[in-house]
């Protein structure tokens, strides 16, 4: 078994930036297995694992990584840019209501994934879940949801939120600009606030059974 990871990036990192999807897998290969892992962290490590064995990387970053500029937070996990930073945002849909015929709360609640300088469109994420749900524009309202209600729904809190080992599996939206991306990577957060995982856009698109939608 490889040693574990045994320290947090430090805020000097420098490491060579990830250059492809090729490029990204060898290293992914290679890491270690990363140690004192949270207990929200273990439970995306392991979906992951389980999805995508060895094509995910994990980071431990320091507890002031969001005072960093984007351009800090890109150079210490060798991200290729500053767009490929994202973030999973739980919505929830404030005027659904309960169809009999379907499991409870089912269409209430979407996970987002959006660039951190990308932006959500409201407008045109509410026509993509009404052409997903065949809801009606007066039955639907979408915010983001009360921050106990997303940690009920994820088992995460906030800048860990992941849509890789939530407790629920809400249905997923990911920004076709993600997917979009070159290198076809995105970074989130992985269960804590000072754990971040990388991974391919595509596998995780299908293994995930993402959605991808234009709403920026």
Not at 177 to 182: G, N, P, Q, T, Y
Request: glycine share 4%; aromatic share 10%; net charge negative.
């Amino acid at each position: 078994m490889p040693e574990p990871i045994s320290t947090q990036l430090p805020a000097d990192a420098n490491p060579v930036p990830v250059s492809s999807l090729e490029d990204f897998l060898v290293r992914a290969k290679a890491d270690p297995v990363p140690e004192n892992m949270p207990e929200t962290t273990l439970q995306v490590y392991n979906d992951a694992q389980k999805r995508l064995p060895k094509q995910c990387r994990f980071f431990h970053v320091v507890s002031d990584y969001y005072d960093w500029p984007y351009e800090q937070r890109a150079r210490v996990m060798a991200c290729p840019s500053t767009f490929h930073l994202c973030k999973s945002l739980v919505f929830e849909n404030t005027k659904w209501k309960q169809d009999e015929t379907k499991p409870v709360d089912a269409d209430r609640y979407w996970c987002v994934l959006v660039q951190y300088e990308g932006s959500v469109n409201i407008t045109k994420l509410e026509k993509a879940v009404r052409e997903r749900t065949g809801s009606s524009r007066k039955g639907t309202h979408l915010r983001i949801a009360p921050a106990e209600k997303s940690h009920e729904l994820t088992g995460f809190t906030n800048n860990g939120v992941s849509p890789v080992g939530m407790k629920t599996d809400l249905p997923i939206l990911i920004s076709n600009a993600i997917a979009e991306l070159l290198p076809p990577l995105l970074y989130l957060g992985a269960g804590h606030v000072d754990w971040k995982i990388a991974l391919p856009v595509q596998a995780f698109v299908e293994h995930w059974n993402a959605i991808v939608v234009d709403f920026s």
